[in-house]
């Protein structure tokens, strides 16, 4: 991945230089607060049970494909992508943080973990039932929104299936310090309507939506309305075969 720093991107144009290097500043945070961030987090998940039941509706969706190879997009230290394979499928985890990957695989090491970029999708065309990604796409500019789920769209199979959780609002939020370590974070709050006029047009429609309020008490306190959109992968769509080609593909 380009830092940003090198002479291929400079020769970038304007909105490329920018995205990567946001790209490398999201990948670089993470790096840094990798091992705090992973102990803070591990039991976030028992304590949240709506989002516990919203990732065990869509397993047993994908569970009924006959199919169960999954994969989580922005997956951090692999905690959802483990509670997936509690669930029955068959997951693997991709991060942009490399330091994020040490860790998964090595709290998981029974289960695939890679890093990269949710942009380029290191995968073949129609290798999964089911996409996840959790609170994932809150760090991805609009620019690069359809880079994303033009590249999700590829990787699932016709009538799979993508889960999706972010934070709502209509704004940016950035963030320079976590935990005492210096980052360089945007969080892009959009409604679910926001998100899934991007979906549709590769070819998503939607199945659930869901909005929470947020949970002001507890050791995971949120200071905003949650919301969870699963969609599905229409029969037929546009997308594309590899990044910077365009192709109509009959899925």
Known sequence: MNDGTTDDAAELPVEGARESA????????????????????????TAKPHDRAVLAAF???????????????????????????????????????PAMIALASRLY??????????????YEDNSFSGLVAWYSIIH????????VFSEAARVLRPGGWFQLA?????RIDHQ??????????????????QVLTFLHKHGFAPATRLEREPDLAGQFPERTRQGYLLVRLEATTT?????????TAEQ
């Open 22 to 45: 946001r790209e490398a500043a999201t990948r670089a945070s993470y790096d840094a607060i990798a091992e705090t961030y992973t102990d803070w987090i591990a039991a976030e998940l």
């Open 59 to 97: 397993s047993e969706l994908v569970l009924s494909t006959g199919k169960p190879k999954a994969l989580e997009i922005g997956c951090g230290p692999g905690r959802i992508t483990a509670f997936l394979a509690a669930l029955g499928l068959a997951p693997s985890g991709l991060d942009l943080s």
């Open 109 to 122: 090491p029974n289960l695939d973990f890679t890093t990269g970029s949710m942009t380029a999708l290191p």
């Open 140 to 147: 991805v500019p609009d620019a690069s929104l359809d880079t």
């Open 166 to 170: 972010f934070q709502l609002g209509d």
């Open 176 to 193: 320079s310090e976590a935990a005492g370590f210096d980052v360089d974070l945007d969080f892009h709050r959009r409604s679910i309507d």
């Open 239 to 247: 997308t594309t075969t590899a990044p910077g080609e365009r192709a």
